[in-house]
């Protein structure tokens, strides 16, 4: 599936990478702990994430991850976003939580 | 042992010991008490570091100053990302213009029979105060904000074991950003040290990061110094003039 079906079945907002949404999502990962991600996300998941350090785009980056969901409302720092458009990780932000947002990403047959 | 012409000797130093105000600690850590086994450990400095919180700080100084026993005040502040980061200050100034801070943007009311009682005490051993801040709570303040405004009030900011899992950095942010700042990473188990960037990063220190009274001391740091100050300790960790810092 690709980004932007996912962007607009979720309702998400757009705060880097707009220009990136045509790119295909395999799979889904959803963590706090950056040690954990980088250890078990494979590459082109979704990554769901309340983290806005700027250190996410490193991780999002060197494991080749689709894009990152951050939930509740987060606000990203400046830098994060700066980032994110340097090396093209799209941020797509939900209102819902962690919970929520997975389990409407395996309704849409994200897995 | 006497080190150059500055009169640096070597002292032990446990910088990162909680009180009865950590919610998560024995209520018998009292600063009185706290102070007192620091002194039958052989410790010259100690470090108070309560989370998000620093109210038994002035207690634990005037009892250092009666058992002989420098204190610096501290805290160990819950950054927004859960990493945890230890400030060390001069002045009580200092130190409770960032516990202002750190209070506006931590929310939330302890639950005493969930995560323990927050004691405030005085120097004599006696309750002055229950804290009714969820301190055991993550603040809103992002790392790098966070470092900036404890350097910003002239401290220290130091990642609480960094080796650790649990509310260190390494496990919270993958990897240690460049760019930070720490004056020192904490390491909780010295034989993890491999996994921090020794040499070329901030110094390592060692402490016992005690939640117990017996715990006080288990784990320090030599520090050789001219006189147990926060100024003198910069030195250490910067190893200007004779000074360093050895775990």
Redesign the interface.
């Known amino acids: 599936m690709r980004l932007k079906d996912i962007v607009a079945a979720l309702g998400l907002e757009v705060k880097a990478g707009g220009d990136l949404l045509a790119r295909e999502v395999s799979g889904g990962y959803a963590g706090d702990m950056l040690s954990d991600v980088l250890a078990h996300a494979r590459k082109g998941d979704l990554w769901v994430t309340l983290q806005t350090h700027v250190n996410i785009i490193a991780v999002a980056s060197t494991k080749e991850l689709a894009a990152v969901i951050l939930v509740h409302k987060r606000t990203p720092e400046e830098v994060t976003l700066r980032k994110a458009e340097e090396e093209k990780i799209p941020i797509l932000i939900s209102p819902l939580s962690t919970y929520a947002v997975v389990g409407k990403l395996y309704e849409l047959g994200i897995r | 042992m006497s080190l150059g012409s500055d009169n640096v000797s070597e002292l032990r130093a446990d910088l990162h010991i909680h009180t009865c105000l950590s919610p998560c600690a024995d209520l018998e850590m009292s600063p009185r008490a706290v102070v007192r086994e620091a002194k039958r450990k052989g410790l010259a400095l100690i470090g108070i570091c309560d989370h998000n919180s620093a109210e038994n700080v002035p207690a634990a100084r005037r009892s250092g100053e009666r058992e002989g026993v420098a204190v610096i005040g501290g805290m160990e502040v819950t950054s ?3 990493v945890h980061i230890l400030g060390l200050f001069a002045t009580d100034r200092d130190l409770f213009a960032l516990q202002e801070i750190v209070y506006e943007s931590l929310a939330g009311t302890n639950d005493e029979r969930v995560y323990g009682e927050q004691v405030v005490a005085n120097e004599d051993d006696e309750v002055v105060a229950f804290n009714t801040k969820l301190l055991i709570g993550a603040t809103q303040l ?3 904000r966070l470092v900036e405004k404890i350097h910003e009030l002239n401290g220290l900011a130091i990642a609480a074991h960094a080796d650790r ?1 649990a509310f260190g950095i ?6 240690l ?1 460049d760019d930070l700042g720490l004056d020192a990473l904490e390491i909780a188990n010295p034989q993890r040290k491999h996994l921090l960037p020794a040499g070329l990063g901030p110094p390592f220190i060692v402490s016992s990061d005690a939640h117990s009274i017996g715990r006080i001391g288990e784990r320090y740091t030599i520090l050789a110094m001219a006189e147990p100050t926060l100024a003198e300790m910069r030195r250490c960790l910067r190893g200007e003039e004779g000074r360093y810092a050895r775990i």
Do not use: N, V
């Open positions: 927004r990302e859960e992002p790392l790098d899992e390494l496990g919270a942010l993958g990897f950003p």
